[in-house]
């Protein structure tokens, strides 16, 4: 690993460094892998800054995926070939056979910070394209039977076990090397501070990040599950289109006040379904469904704090509202209740008090 700075201070701007690396590593399980990173960061004046990084990356599998619990469990299961509704046998868990993923990332992203004339605010602006091969995850009962009995990608189908009726009866959901994915997208964040007094302040900042796509890849093409957010039982998650969460403090004295905001915009059920909002829409098509879409929510947290210092010791008291509006999950069912428990909130208004003690 190197750092190469090209200059300092000088007419071409404040400063101008390459970075780079590269890493040989040997697993028992599955062979040996390069990997490499070759990344600059320019600082043309003292309040902006411009960084981006190419590498080539990989993830070994870690020892629960390689050597983990194999679940057994019964699910009811709809042939997509035939319509017929069976209860089959779906097994889950490690295996042993699986390879590190392996991926080319690319970065690049401008910083702002302590402008001349806006002291305090800062904000950095990152987009990323990252390819993924040999991902390991869990394809899903359901996805690995369209995959094969529908689209006609012949290595999802030795997943499969058949009867002599040549009914379906188990579906092997183990972990898999599936042939990957590629993502798009944008992380924003942007803070400001300012002072409102001898001890008060007030702080601002906003996360956001915008997903271009999030293509899942094999040999019967790609799908784009940017935008879903739904999470059917068997099926394949997605993300939303994009997210945003805020925060604001303000302190006065040994008091403080904190409001967080978080926005999930609507997104689809799953991305398989055909619903009226789709075009091509038919209540004859086996996907189709009453409606493809998910509402979106508005989520916003409220936390009271009181400092008291007493000698050498520091206390924090307070009082925290999680989901203040009582907002209810929008209804799409999913793997384990009654909406995608990843991204929505299913407990409703929630209070919690409490003490810190520092020392």
Request: glycine share 10%; aromatic share 10%.
């Amino acid at each position: 690993e190197a750092v190469l700075p090209l200059h300092k201070d000088s007419a071409l701007g404040k400063s101008l460094e390459l970075n780079g690396a590269v890493r040989r590593t040997d697993y028992s399980t599955s062979g040996a892998v390069t990997t490499w990173k070759l990344g600059g960061v320019y600082e043309p004046v003292d309040f902006l800054r411009l960084r981006g990084t190419v590498s080539r990356d990989i993830r070994a599998p870690n020892v629960n995926e390689l050597f983990g619990s194999v679940t057994r469990s019964f699910s009811s299961f709809t042939d997509p070939r035939t319509s017929r509704q069976d209860l089959i046998e779906i097994v889950s868990g490690s295996n042993n056979a699986l390879r590190p993923e392996k991926a080319d990332t690319f970065t690049a992203g401008v910083v702002l910070r302590n402008l001349p004339f806006l002291r305090g605010f800062n904000l950095s602006v990152d987009y990323y394209n990252i390819r993924v091969e040999d991902a390991i995850a869990q394809i899903g009962s359901a996805t690995i039977a369209t995959r094969c009995l529908v689209n006609n990608a012949t290595e999802f189908c030795p997943l499969l076990t058949r009867n002599g009726a040549d009914q379906v009866t188990m579906i092997n959901d183990r972990l898999q090397n599936v042939n990957g994915f590629k993502t798009r997208g944008l992380d924003i964040e942007a803070s400001y501070r300012t002072s409102l007094g001898s001890d008060s302040s007030l702080d601002l900042r906003l996360l956001a990040t915008k997903v271009f796509d999030l293509v899942i890849v094999d040999s019967a093409g790609g799908v784009d599950r940017a935008g879903q957010t739904g999470f059917r039982a068997s099926n394949t998650p997605g993300v939303p289109d994009y997210v945003l969460d805020g925060m604001t403090t303000f302190k006065a004295g040994p008091f403080s006040l904190s409001a967080h905001g978080r926005y999930i915009p609507k997104g689809k059920f799953l991305e398989e379904f055909i619903g009226p909002e789709d075009g091509g829409y038919s209540v004859g098509l086996a996907n189709s469904i009453n409606t493809n879409r998910v509402d979106g929510r508005f989520y916003a947290d409220l936390t009271f704090g009181f400092n008291v210092k007493s000698g050498r010791n520091d206390f924090e008291y307070f009082i925290a509202i999680r989901n203040l509006f009582d907002k209810d999950p929008p209804i799409a069912p999913s793997a384990v209740g009654i909406t995608n428990q990843v991204l929505f909130d299913q407990v409703g208004r929630a209070f919690r008090v409490g003490v810190r003690l520092k020392r």
